[in-house]
């Protein structure tokens, strides 16, 4: 595909922006630079998400996955065992091997005192958004490599629409299971931060 620079329209610095609209936020407003997320995602067309690798399934993969996204119910009392991840996940993470994934009891109460905008009444929604129908996957610890990131835009119902959720996962190959370390919501900042710090 060739490139036609009227398509990706620029500020007069030469900064693009985004649909005919203004550049991400950079005054570290939550709240625009998400909504910004939030726009492009949302208008960028399927046919365009799926040449970016964004929800690129396969034919009959998309049931599947809503399996895995419905079974997700997490109890704060014990270990949870999830399915697997996509198989697509896998690759991207560059692992032979598909396991189960695990979200330890300790690690959720940790979790719960330290990401405060993540309540229990969205566990599900972002664990099982991020899980089984991410965006991105990347590397999150240039010292770790076992370490990766997941990243989807998650429905928060009836509080602030979509959010950026972040799982941060421990895919040791050494273990039973694939591990969660950490589930959070992320500024698009966060989520550049992230991006950028392996």
Same mark, same amino acid.
């Given at each position: 595909? $060739?490139?036609?620079?009227?398509?990706?329209?620029?500020?007069?610095?030469?900064?693009?922006?985004?649909?005919?609209?203004?550049?991400?936020?950079?005054?570290?407003?939550? !709240?625009?630079? @998400?909504?910004?997320?939030?726009?492009?995602?949302?208008?960028? #067309?399927?046919?365009?998400? *799926? *040449? @970016?690798? %964004?929800?690129?399934?396969? /034919?009959?993969?998309? =049931?599947?996955?809503?399996?895995?996204?419905?079974?997700?119910?997490?109890?704060?009392?014990?270990?949870?065992?999830? #399915?697997?991840?996509?198989? !697509?996940? %896998?690759?991207? @993470?560059?692992?032979?091997?598909?396991? #189960?994934?695990?979200?330890?009891?300790?690690?959720?109460?940790?979790?719960?005192?330290?990401?405060?905008?993540?309540?229990? !009444?969205?566990?599900?929604?972002?664990?099982?958004?991020?899980?089984?129908?991410?965006?991105?996957?990347?590397? $999150?610890?240039?010292?770790?490599?076992?370490?990766?990131?997941? *990243?989807?835009?998650?429905?928060?119902?009836?509080?602030?629409?979509?959010? @950026?959720?972040?799982?941060?996962?421990?895919? /040791?190959? =050494?273990?039973?299971?694939?591990?969660?370390?950490? *589930?959070?919501?992320?500024?698009?900042?966060?989520?550049?931060?992230?991006?950028?710090?392996?």
């Amino acid at each position: 595909m $060739a490139w036609i620079e009227d398509d990706h329209s620029r500020k007069e610095n030469g900064e693009f922006t985004y649909k005919n609209k203004a550049p991400l936020s950079e005054d570290g407003d939550y !709240d625009k630079n @998400m909504s910004r997320l939030v726009d492009i995602y949302s208008s960028t #067309p399927a046919e365009d998400k *799926a *040449a @970016m690798g %964004i929800n690129n399934k396969k /034919d009959g993969e998309e =049931s599947e996955i809503q399996r895995k996204i419905s079974s997700v119910h997490i109890d704060f009392t014990k270990d949870n065992v999830l #399915p697997e991840l996509n198989e !697509d996940t %896998i690759q991207k @993470m560059g692992l032979e091997k598909n396991r #189960p994934v695990l979200f330890k009891s300790e690690t959720i109460i940790r979790n719960l005192s330290k990401h405060f905008d993540v309540e229990k !009444d969205v566990y599900d929604d972002i664990i099982s958004e991020v899980l089984y129908n991410p965006i991105d996957v990347f590397q $999150a610890s240039s010292t770790n490599p076992n370490y990766f990131h997941l *990243a989807s835009f998650v429905q928060v119902k009836d509080k602030d629409g979509l959010k @950026m959720g972040l799982v941060l996962l421990d895919a /040791d190959t =050494s273990k039973e299971y694939i591990e969660i370390v950490h *589930a959070y919501f992320v500024s698009s900042k966060g989520y550049d931060w992230a991006k950028n710090r392996a």
